[in-house]
């Protein structure tokens, strides 16, 4: 069985799964970039985070038409800039043309626009979603606030908040909210923000025998967070995802919590 077929999933709404582990595109263009992204189809990610802003959509669309992977074996996202609000249907059109696909499996609002383009946006997601462009929608960066004014306006809460999420963020209260909302949590920047020199990291890590990067991935996956991690490196992309031969305690869940500053 490959790692990809063990990799747990997240119900959208509308039957979409999500596979819980992704891999982030953040810095990953041009040459260099279509290596890393062959490198993590190889390892086995099945779920790519892209968005408008990073440039390299076609980069990803390019290694998946050579990938030999059929269209529905990959989960993809992409992301709508908040500069953008108002030109939703023009930008989602340019994002599927140099993916070279005719849907995204999630279209994320990547930055709360203008206050007054809030909902706005949110009106034309849902109508592009329902045009059969997007199989899911959500948002990113947005306040537990700002997702109730969604829902209140629309009655349609996003599929997913993708926020920054790390140790030393944890914030047990946000988790809470989002659940009770009904909006799967994406987790961005897990090891970048985090200091994997802490003991109690190494101390966790030693004991199960991995690194404590991949400590800090799992912790998400023990929380039902979606973890969204990049590397470039070949050796780093497979071991971020080889998450799934251990698990966490809930005492160990509960050191890694008490990171938080
Ligand atoms: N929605 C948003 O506003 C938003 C914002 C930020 C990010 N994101 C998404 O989330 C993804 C992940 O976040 P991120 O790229 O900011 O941060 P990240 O994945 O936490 O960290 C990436 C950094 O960690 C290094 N790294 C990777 N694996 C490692 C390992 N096993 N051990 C030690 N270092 C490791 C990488 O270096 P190497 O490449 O050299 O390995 C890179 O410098 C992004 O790529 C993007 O898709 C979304």
């Known amino acids: 069985m490959t790692e990809a077929a063990a990799v747990p999933a997240v119900d959208l709404p509308g039957g979409v799964r999500m596979p819980m582990i992704g891999f982030g595109t953040w810095l990953v263009r041009g040459k260099a970039g279509r290596e890393a992204l062959r490198a993590a189809l190889a390892a086995g990610y099945r779920h790519i985070d892209t968005a408008t802003m990073y440039g390299n959509e076609a980069d990803v669309g390019h290694v998946l038409a050579s990938s030999g992977l059929a269209r529905d074996e990959v989960f993809i996202t992409t992301k709508l800039p908040s500069g953008k609000a108002g030109r939703e249907r023009a930008?989602?059109?340019a994002s599927l043309r140099a993916l070279g696909t005719e849907y995204v499996d999630l279209w994320l609002v990547h930055w709360p626009p203008q206050d007054r383009?809030?909902?706005p946006?949110?009106?034309?997601?849902?109508a592009l979603r329902d045009e059969g462009r997007a199989r899911?929608?959500?948002?990113s960066n947005y306040s537990l606030a700002q997702i109730d004014r969604l829902i209140k306006a629309t009655g349609e809460a996003p599929a997913v908040n993708q926020i920054t999420w790390s140790p030393g963020r944890y914030?047990?209260?946000l988790l809470k909210g989002h659940q009770e909302r009904g909006v799967a949590v994406e987790g961005y920047s897990p090891l970048k923000r985090t200091n994997l020199a802490s003991p109690v990291l190494t101390e966790i890590a030693a004991a199960h025998g991995v690194t404590p990067a991949q400590v800090v991935l799992r912790w998400d996956l023990e929380h039902g967070v979606t973890v969204l991690v990049k590397s470039a490196q070949p050796e780093r992309i497979a071991a971020n995802i080889d998450l799934l031969r251990f698990s966490l305690s809930p005492d160990e869940v509960a050191r890694v919590d008490a990171l938080a500053r």
Do not use: H, P, S
Not at 121 to 126: A, C, D, T, Y
């Open 136 to 139: 899911a929608v959500g948002v």
């Open 117 to 119: 383009m809030l909902i």
């Open 91 to 93: 930008t989602l059109a």
């Open 171 to 173: 914030d047990a209260a």
């Open 121 to 126: 946006v949110w009106r034309e997601f849902l």
